[in-house]
């Protein structure tokens, strides 16, 4: 699988290489990163204030 270059750009800056081989260890397309991504990212954030406000 290969990273398209705006996706790559954008959402990944500084990391294109590392990314890449997780991507064809793991077998993940595009939309398997970027939900993993999210997830991770709304996890670390689970408990911050303004979540919780919600």
């Known amino acids: 699988m290969k990273l398209d270059k705006l996706t790559s750009i954008r959402l990944f800056a500084?990391?294109?290489d590392r990314l890449q081989k997780v991507a064809e260890i793991e077998g993940l397309d595009k939309s398997d990163i970027i939900r993993k991504?999210?997830?991770?990212?709304l996890a670390k954030y689970e408990s911050h204030v303004f979540l919780s406000e919600s």
Not at 37 to 41: P, R, S, T
Request: aromatic letters at 12%.
């Open 14 to 16: 500084g990391d294109n």
């Open 37 to 41: 991504a999210v997830q991770l990212y």
